[in-house]
């Protein structure tokens, strides 16, 4: 389909028009952790998609990743595969020259998706990866391959997990922080502040 062009050749889903813009949705990303995000200052510029790492598999942009939430189309931010494989590089909230912090609205963004309930094999993993690192502090990946792949994602991987382990790369065995009470105190200390003030990351 032939894309509509607005003055100077700009494409319209570019195009940032201030009556569109949806405080709702921008307050909701801001208050579950992007509160140094700047959305409603987005430009559409795209310098933040240029230096993206991972566009190359997103089905959406970061930079229409904003536009989307600017104008409050959640259906769609929700449904994009951008969500999960931002790998939090930072490149694009480096470049940024708005001080948007595309990175920091999409993991507000995910972490609102996880909370509304939608499942994926991302959020299937990051549901196992978070139990593991909870329980003894530090991950054993063969015990997340395990979970998330079954015992055939195991037999694949072990020639690689066995390379890495002889390098020193990677444990054989499950180790666990040095202090675990520490740890999980600190753990419930933290879910306590989120109980009280779930404005807060
Ligand atoms: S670099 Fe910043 S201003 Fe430009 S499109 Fe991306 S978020 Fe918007
Ligand atoms: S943080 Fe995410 S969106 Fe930003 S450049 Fe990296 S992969 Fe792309």
């Known amino acids: ?3 509509k062009k607005c003055f ?9 028009d201030g009556d569109r813009m949806n405080g709702g949705a ?9 509160q140094a995000a700047a959305i409603s200052a987005c430009m559409q510029c795209g310098t933040c998609s240029g230096g993206c790492t991972n566009i190359d598999r997103m089905d959406v942009s970061p930079r229409k990743l904003i536009l989307m939430l600017q104008r ?11 969500l999960w494989l931002c790998s939090s ?5 480096s470049r940024c020259p708005r001080g948007v912090r595309p990175s920091d609205v999409i993991e507000a963004a995910k972490a609102i998706a ?12 990051h549901e196992i990866f978070v139990e593991l690192v909870q329980k003894r502090g530090i991950l054993f990946e063969p015990e997340l391959m395990q979970k998330y792949g079954g015992l055939k ?9 066995i390379q890495l382990a002889l390098k020193g790369k990677l444990s054989p065995l499950p180790a666990s922080v040095k ?12 879910k306590r502040t989120r109980t009280h003030n779930p404005d807060l990351s």
């Not at 409050?72 to 951008?82: A, I, P, Y």
């Not at 590089?89 to 909230?93: A, D």
């Not at 202090?179 to 933290?190: I, S």
């Open 153 to 161: 994602a195991m037999v694949d991987q072990a020639p690689l997990g």
């Open 72 to 82: 409050g189309d959640w259906e769609s931010v929700l449904k994009s595969n951008t």
């Open 114 to 125: 996880i909370s509304e309930g939608i499942e994926n094999d991302a959020t299937r993993f």
């Open 26 to 34: 921008m307050a909701k990303v801001l208050a579950e952790g992007g």
């Open 8 to 16: 100077f050749g700009l494409k319209v889903d570019r195009q940032v």
């Open 179 to 190: 202090n675990p009470d520490q740890f999980h105190d600190a753990l419930e200390k933290r």
């Open 1 to 3: 389909m032939k894309r």
């Open 89 to 93: 590089c930072y490149i694009c909230t």
